[in-house]
């Protein structure tokens, strides 16, 4: 089977999804993106429902995002995502959104890994269920996202110190891919909020992070404008990577 | 101008909605309350776009909500809304939420005030741009939450302080009043919750929270299983009043 559709869904930015500014927050955005992600996979036969009755299980393991601009309140705006490569025991997930006129305001670029439940290994993409995975891939070579960058911190003095509390929790009881984008972002101030706009924002996800937890930050500009940031558990494991470029 | 129709607001819980227990969390819910209140106004002529052109504001002052079972993720569910009543300046909004068989699993109380944006005083419900507001009411003398309650703490020793960041404000800069709604229910630990449901949650916003406030959070159990919460500002302000109530 092959299929070449990408999948499009519409949204408007609803009343209280919005940050500060009036645009939507970064993570109702993020939440966005996902469940594009998720609905695209079921759609297309391999999403979370058709996995799981495999004992198979979606990781998600990186994400980057790029926005020209933010929608505002009651603008709309359409998702397109399509999975794009393999690459080992990962595919690549690509994201468009589009303005009500059409125009292209933002792109992301993420990655998983289709895990097996029981053995924590990751399955063979071009063996599964439902055919091999290659069959889905739409290639996308002149995509502006390239890849995900290598994020280093040299800092040993925690910017921020923060504890993993119930709501901040997925439904596998770890800190949600997308709180932990809201928690990055709160390492700056709301004066940088007033005078810059994040052009761009990358998350490399490491070890999970668990309720009771204390989070240490560790941030470090690396380029006018590029910080890269760390996050450890307790004293020890990295649980997250970030990178935000603001424009 | 009589209107008799209640808002009917048809949802499913969506991946990535749900809390570590595969049910929506109490977050996601609550914003689709107010999506569902907001929904409701703007059909109705007096949302938050209309009043916004008259300089006139919709403000939260109070939410109950009292949840049998909260939906698990792919559940579809109906809300209803309407407002019920005037008293003073301020007028409720209450709120059923039906599991697709139409049972009732839940329902919401909110109490609202429409501001004069620029003096800051309460609008004349029953001289509205758009006619008395007492056209819109459907009354339900029968409704089982009945009204908000007093909450005191004596306690003063803080069981949580937490700092608000940029992603915790809502469009106005604010705290938002659903992020307040997680922080109340962070003052639980994870085991409390593996083995209690919460029943009911009451917030009665006081004073405005903002970015880089220190959120000091009293809490004290009044009767077994009932919590009342109060939140302070630095040393000074209660910004907000809360019960939360476990079965």
């Known amino acids: 089977m092959t299929t070449d559709t990408k999948g499009r869904y519409r949204f408007n930015v609803e009343p209280f999804t919005e940050d500060f500014q009036g645009l939507i927050s970064w993570s109702n955005l993020g939440n966005i993106l996902l469940r594009c992600a998720q609905m695209h996979a079921e759609n297309n036969g391999f999403g979370f429902g058709p996995m799981s009755r495999e004992q198979l299980s979606w990781v998600f393991s990186r994400l980057i995002i790029e926005m020209d601009r933010r929608p505002h309140t009651g603008e709309t705006f359409e998702v397109t995502t399509w999975p794009s490569e393999i690459f080992r025991q990962f595919t ?51 995509f502006p996202i390239t890849g995900p960058g290598r994020i280093r911190v040299k800092s040993e003095q925690p910017a921020l110190t923060r504890t993993a509390h119930v709501s901040d929790l997925d439904i596998n009881g770890h800190v949600n891919s997308i709180r932990s984008l809201e928690m990055v972002l709160d390492l700056f101030p709301l004066e940088t909020y007033q005078t810059q706009q994040v ?44 990178q935000v470029v603001f424009k």
């Open 92 to 142: 690549v997930r690509l994201f468009e959104v589009r303005d009500g006129e059409g125009i292209i305001i933002g792109r992301a670029y993420s990655v998983w890994a289709l895990i097996d439940i029981n053995s924590r290994q990751p399955a063979d993409l071009m063996n599964l269920p439902t055919g091999p995975f290659t069959d889905y891939l739409i290639p996308a070579p002149d």
């Open 199 to 242: 052009h761009k924002v990358e998350l490399a996800y490491a070890k999970e992070a668990f309720c009771g937890d204390t989070l240490q930050f560790f941030k470090e500009e690396v380029q006018p404008g590029v910080h890269n940031i760390e996050v450890r558990r307790g004293e020890g494991d990295v649980t997250l990577r970030a």
